[in-house]
């Protein structure tokens, strides 16, 4: 029997377990935002670590500092026994979970229920999947051989959720430790449940506030009106040059690659996200890369009179915050100003246009031809029996970034077992389990193939 055969008769022994731990992981309630919880994230910890001790990895909960005194929540880290000259391998997953509003599921979202071919439950898949992934493949390599062919170092992190504020000095707090050859995020998505896929970029993300100002004051609408437009009309002007009329972002050296490596079904689009009958989609690119690979601006608060409090007034001042998402590759403050610059420039009949940057978050970028992507694709394909693609997300990882910078000579390689009917911080979120066996033995094969070289 080969070595792919063994690992996958492995994995198909251990369903059984993972899913029973998938189930207790469940159970812990696990929300990071809500200081309510702040025991059951403890408790989180603990579970998970108790967890890598029994694989006989060195296991201990830390806190990393978010500033001076001020701690964040806590992480996991696990090492296996050190193995002179072989590489080193970080596994990275997520034991905090988002909120619930338990009115809007079908079944308790802190007890796990099997319906069909999937598992239900708050963090089935985001991440609690991504941590018995982890535990499943080092499992079933273990049954494999007495030694692991790769050195593990297990990084579980506990505030994901509420954008990772103790990261970075993590990182640094434990750098020796963490330092790898190789780094698998296992908190991203697969195209389908019988497709797998590797996350070959990410956007990145701007935030601007835009003040737009025509007056000093309030004026008369009727002894002034004309002559004078307001801010909020003033505003809607400005915000319309950021779009041609395809509805492709108009702002010059954003960058964007309009072509994508697999067709997102306009239908499936629609339906996910929820598009009233009659609306045409805005770009021309394909559809996957409007999402993933081709900048994206959109108005995501605006303050002004308000209806209840409107008179026969012209506003003077009208304030707006836009989110821009990055062309991956590109530098996020650059494109910052790059909006910025447009927005002035633009200014209609000459209204006085002030801009502020509220936060830029960088993309992500693999490179497709490298060595631990061509590992990952060929574990995926093997483990699915389908060809895996590559794939985008529309979203951000900032901390994938940060890794990065960390430990600059590690190839980060993103993976996941989330799926289009994943719903992933909605209600009824819910596991594959097909695609939890799949991406077991896919992280087995790669641990392998890592070992290997």
Request: aromatic share 6%; with cysteine; proline share 5%.
């Amino acid at each position: 029997m080969n070595t792919v055969e063994e690992l996958k008769q492995n994995v198909d022994a251990g369903t059984s377990e993972q899913i029973d731990l998938l189930s207790r992981i469940v159970a812990i309630p696990s929300v990071g935002s809500d200081p309510a919880h702040a025991g059951d994230l403890e408790r989180s910890a603990e579970f998970v670590c108790e967890q890598f001790g029994e694989l006989g990895f060195d296991a201990r909960v830390e806190r990393g500092e978010i500033s001076p005194g001020v701690l964040g929540a806590p992480a996991v880290i696990a090492t296996s026994e050190t193995i002179p000259g072989r590489p080193t391998v970080l596994l990275y997953a997520h034991h905090d979970v988002q909120p619930v509003d338990a009115s809007r599921w079908d079944s308790d979202p802190f007890t796990a229920e099997v319906r069909g071919d999937r598992l239900y439950g708050r963090g089935a898949s985001d991440d609690g999947a991504g941590i018995v992934v982890h535990i499943g493949a080092l499992r079933a390599l273990q049954q494999l051989s007495a030694e692991l062919p790769v050195n593990v170092v297990v990084f579980i992190e506990g505030e994901e959720e509420v954008g990772s504020p103790s990261f970075q000095n993590f990182l640094q707090q434990n750098r020796d430790v963490l330092r790898a050859d190789v780094i698998v995020v296992a908190d991203s998505n697969n195209w389908t449940v019988d497709v797998p896929a590797v996350t070959a970029s990410l956007r990145g993300v701007v935030t601007l506030d835009v003040e737009v100002q025509v007056l000093g004051h309030a004026v008369h609408s009727g002894m002034f009106g004309g002559p004078i437009l307001d801010a909020v009309t003033l505003s809607s002007r400005l915000i319309s040059t950021l779009h041609d009329e395809d509805g492709n972002v108009a702002v010059e050296g954003l960058g964007g690659n309009p072509r994508a490596e697999v067709d997102w079904d306009e239908g499936d689009f629609r339906r996910d996200s929820s598009v009233i009958d009659g609306y045409s989609l805005a770009g021309t690119a394909d559809l996957a890369a409007r999402v993933w690979t081709m900048p994206a601006i959109a108005v995501i608060g605006i303050d002004a009179t308000s209806v209840a409090d409107s008179a026969n007034a012209i506003i003077p001042r009208c304030r707006f915050r836009l989110s821009v998402r990055t062309v991956p590759g590109t530098d996020s403050a650059e494109v910052a100003q790059a909006v910025e610059q447009h927005l002035v420039s633009h200014a209609p009949f000459g209204c006085r246009v002030t801009t502020s940057i509220e936060e830029t978050g960088p993309s992500y970028l693999a490179d497709l031809e490298s060595k631990g992507v061509s590992d990952l694709r060929w574990a995926l394909t093997t483990a699915w029996d389908e060809d895996a693609v590559a794939i985008g997300v529309g979203g951000s990882i900032p901390f994938i970034a940060q890794f990065e910078e960390a430990f600059p000579n590690a190839e980060v390689l993103v993976t996941g077992v989330e799926d289009p009917a994943t719903n992933a911080h909605s209600e009824n979120e819910s596991q594959s389990l097909k695609t939890l066996k799949n991406a077991t033995l896919a992280e087995a094969l790669l641990l392998e193939r890592l070992g290997s070289r």
